[in-house]
Nanobody
């Protein structure tokens, strides 16, 4: 399984970025994003669950970030608006199939700074 994430970079506070992650293999039951800031544990940012059509977000990104997916292309997106310095982190793509096999992408760095 290969996950190719892209879209990270340097942005000013209040700006926007869109991350994307293309996954090889089957259609994934769960696709989402985690992040890890320097000196901190990896945390959930947003996740899209096929069963029930649920989308869950960390409280810190609700109303600013939006997750979406293109099942035909096995790609998950994270639209990030109103970015803050505390959003600076390495963002990791995550996928899981119905057999509960999970995989991580290589990470893409997002830096929010003026």
């Amino acid at each position: 399984v290969q996950l190719q994430a892209s879209g990270g970079g340097l942005v000013q506070p209040g700006g926007s970025l869109r991350l994307s992650c293309a996954a090889s293999g089957t259609v994934w039951d769960v696709m989402g994003w985690y992040r890890q800031a320097p000196g901190k544990q990896r945390e959930l940012v947003a996740i899209d669950i096929t069963d029930g059509g649920r989308k869950n977000y960390a409280d810190s990104v609700k109303d600013r970030f939006s997750i979406s997916r293109d099942n035909a292309k096995n790609t998950v997106f994270l639209q990030m608006n109103s970015l803050r310095p505390e959003d600076t982190a390495v963002y990791y793509c995550y996928v899981r199939n119905r057999a509960l096999q999970a995989y991580w992408g290589q990470g893409t760095l997002v830096t929010v700074s003026s």
